[in-house]
């Protein structure tokens, strides 16, 4: 009897064993065959292979949803009405299924924010509210913000509070609370690929070429930073005049009594204030003092700096910033504000000191680049030697093309128009000086070569 028993455990077994080799090669298969039809853009052939292999085997293979998103991606743009509707809904269980499957590779944060998009995307073929759609982006941030890194999403997050605020369905604080919410994920994301792509400037500054692989590492930390960039530009103009400073001092001022206490809000409405240029109100300097009172940081010791121009309240800006990258923004402020009063040797001295903590950062070279040509009438002895001065900011802004490829385009628009203010040919052959160093006066005090002809 023993003997029966273990010989049909043995055959149930050999048949379990023999069903699921059976199923996992027809997976294999299929999963072959819509792998070769994907990797062909022949999404509509891959369809039915990859279906069997996504209900038959859902964790044989990573490539049933990464190649199952472009494949219903492809099918959403190529159909409409109720059939559309279906591919949309597909597409997002099977994220969800993606996250069920291979969790490791399909975080929270970017799983929801890329339901939530989606949803955005199709939001009247879905007849989905702006009310659903933020709170989907909403389980994305409170679930999971480390991975909610995307560019798109984080903007479209924003923009909808804004629309909800339009609506009176929020108040003025939710949107300004979550504008600097998301500005806050978003200044981490910039300092992570800030500091990634420091390493790769100063590599090349040094005199090094860049691999193949540390090439395109280069190009996408400065895609990714350029994305962000427009963002935040994009979260500013949408919020317009719903943050200028008529709004937002009443509001401070109701709020202030019942926040005094806390830190970050405190910190919230001064950087804004000052950003939006409300500096002047006494409320700002109100705000600054009680933030300094409590917790003093670099940002209160900087705002104490620009409302008293007292040298103790800077020097404790430097001393309190200990993050790089915030202390090269600092400067930037610092010396952007010189730049504004006229005061350009030390605007010029500020924003070399901010590329020394952020090299990738080009925008100061551009800002220096400005201010020579500014400068030109005013640093030169007889009109060759004020032209000269262009080939000087010519020089600066092609640096800020070299050294941040965000500002490419610009810097070289940029030095172009200034080389064309710069002496002719024909000036050079007339003053017989070519190749020599001409030295330029005033504050500048640099020198420039004389092209040879």
């Given at each position: 009897m023993k003997t029966r028993i273990t010989l049909l455990m043995i055959a149930l077994f050999m048949g379990f064993n023999l069903c699921v080799a059976q199923q996992d090669e027809e997976c294999m298969n299929n999963l072959s065959i819509f792998d070769s039809y994907v990797k062909s853009k022949k999404y509509d052939d891959a369809y039915g292979p990859w279906t069997i292999?996504?209900?038959?085997?859902?964790?044989?293979?990573?490539?049933?949803?990464?190649?199952?998103?472009?494949?219903?991606?492809?099918?959403?743009?190529?159909?409409?009405?109720?059939?559309?509707?279906?591919?949309?809904?597909?597409?997002?269980?099977?994220?969800?299924?993606?996250?069920?499957?291979?969790?490791?590779?399909?975080?929270?944060?970017?799983?929801?924010?890329?339901?939530?998009?989606?949803?955005?995307?199709?939001?009247?073929?879905l007849n989905a509210s702006a009310d659903k759609i933020y709170n989907m982006f909403d389980v994305a941030y409170t679930k999971d913000v480390t991975n909610f890194k995307s560019a798109q999403g984080l903007y479209t997050y924003f923009s909808l509070i804004v629309d909800l605020y339009d609506a009176k369905k929020k108040s003025a604080q939710q949107m300004f609370d979550k504008y600097d919410d998301v500005i806050e994920v978003i200044e981490k994301l910039e300092k992570s690929y800030t500091e990634k792509l420091n390493k790769l400037v100063q590599k090349e500054d040094g005199g090094a070429i860049l691999t193949k692989k540390e090439g395109r590492y280069k190009t996408n930390y400065e895609a990714n930073l350029g994305a962000f960039e427009k963002v935040t530009s994009s979260m500013d103009t949408k919020l317009g005049q719903r943050a200028n400073c008529e709004v937002l001092i009443p509001l401070y001022?109701?709020?202030?009594?019942?926040?005094?206490?806390?830190?970050?809000?405190?910190?919230?409405?001064?950087?804004?204030?000052?950003?939006?240029?409300?500096?002047?109100?006494?409320?700002?300097?109100?705000?600054?003092?009680?933030?300094?009172?409590?917790?003093?940081?670099?940002?209160?010791?900087?705002?104490?700096?620009?409302?008293?121009?007292?040298?103790k309240y800077f020097d404790q800006t430097i001393q309190l910033e200990t993050d790089k990258l915030r202390k090269a923004k600092l400067y930037k402020k610092l010396a952007d504000d010189?730049?504004?009063?006229?005061?350009?040797?030390?605007?010029?001295?500020?924003?070399?000191?901010?590329?020394?903590?952020?090299?990738?950062?080009?925008?100061?070279?551009?800002?220096?680049?400005?201010?020579?040509?500014?400068?030109?009438?005013?640093?030169?002895?007889?009109?060759?030697?004020?032209?000269?001065?262009?080939?000087?900011?010519?020089?600066?802004?092609?640096?800020?093309g070299r050294v941040d490829g965000r500002l490419r385009k610009a810097a070289?628009?940029?030095?172009?128009?200034?080389?064309?203010?710069?002496?002719?040919?024909?000036?050079?052959?007339?003053?017989?000086?070519?190749?020599?160093?001409?030295?330029?006066?005033?504050?500048?005090?640099?020198?420039?070569?004389?092209?040879?002809?």
């Open positions: 292999v996504r209900n038959k085997c859902p964790k044989f293979n990573r490539a049933i949803y990464a190649h199952g998103e472009k494949i219903l991606k492809h099918k959403i743009s190529n159909s409409s009405g109720a059939e559309q509707v279906a591919h949309i809904n597909d597409l997002i269980l099977l994220w969800d299924q993606a996250r069920e499957n291979f969790a490791s590779k399909y975080p929270v944060g970017e799983v929801e924010s890329d339901k939530a998009q989606l949803t955005y995307k199709y939001r009247k073929e001022q109701k709020d202030f009594e019942e926040n005094k206490n806390n830190t970050i809000w405190l910190q919230r409405a001064m950087n804004r204030m000052f950003t939006k240029g409300c500096k002047d109100d006494p409320l700002f300097l109100k705000l600054v003092e009680q933030k300094n009172s409590i917790e003093p940081n670099a940002d209160t010791a900087f705002y104490l700096y620009l409302l008293t121009n007292e040298q010189f730049r504004k009063k006229g005061s350009y040797s030390r605007a010029r001295q500020y924003f070399m000191e901010s590329i020394k903590l952020n090299p990738s950062d080009g925008s100061p070279y551009l800002k220096i680049a400005n201010m020579y040509a500014k400068s030109a009438n005013n640093c030169g002895t007889d009109n060759f030697s004020k032209r000269a001065v262009f080939w000087l900011a010519a020089s600066t802004a092609e640096k800020a070289s628009q940029t030095a172009t128009s200034y080389r064309a203010s710069a002496p002719s040919t024909a000036d050079i052959f007339t003053k017989g000086n070519a190749g020599q160093t001409i030295q330029i006066g005033c504050w500048i005090g640099r020198s420039v070569k004389v092209p040879n002809i």
